[in-house]
């Protein structure tokens, strides 16, 4: 059974949201976890990867959920607002002359990984 799995930050991020949005996000959010192979960058899926380490990004909406493949299905790291990683990569002085490329500029970033690492360790 392939289920969608939200860890403790994630969950509170979905949960701070209207309902109306959730479901929303989540009716656009329909792949199997063995399509992530060949996921388009057009149908809003991109990558960040760093050491060895691949976390997929999907634009749902104004936001932005990133992701793994799990045992079970699909884990779920974050759910930020666009705005929020726009907002980051400016204050971080990465480069942001390339819109669809922004996966290239958070990969690189310490602090994001920070993010992901935070969600982890506050448990399931």
């Known amino acids: 059974m392939f289920q ?3 860890n403790r930050l ?3 991020e979905m949960a701070a949201l209207p309902k109306e949005l959730q479901l929303d996000m989540l009716s656009e959010f329909h792949f ?3 399509d ?8 809003g899926f991109g990558q960040v990867a760093r050491d060895g380490r691949t976390l997929h990004r999907y634009r749902a909406k104004d936001y932005r959920i ?3 493949r799990h045992a ?3 884990l779920i790291h974050r759910v930020l607002h666009k705005n929020t990683i726009r907002d980051f990569l400016f204050r971080s002085n990465l480069p942001l ?3 669809d490329d922004e996966d290239g500029g ?3 970033n310490k602090n994001f990984w920070k993010l992901i690492h935070e969600a982890e360790a506050s448990g399931k």
């Open 36 to 43: 992530l192979d060949v996921l388009e960058k057009d149908r």
């Open 4 to 6: 969608v799995i939200f």
């Open 10 to 12: 994630s969950a509170a």
């Open 32 to 34: 199997l976890p063995e």
């Open 106 to 108: 958070i990969a690189g």
């Open 97 to 99: 002359d390339d819109e």
């Open 66 to 68: 990133y992701f793994e």
């Open 72 to 74: 079970d299905g699909i």
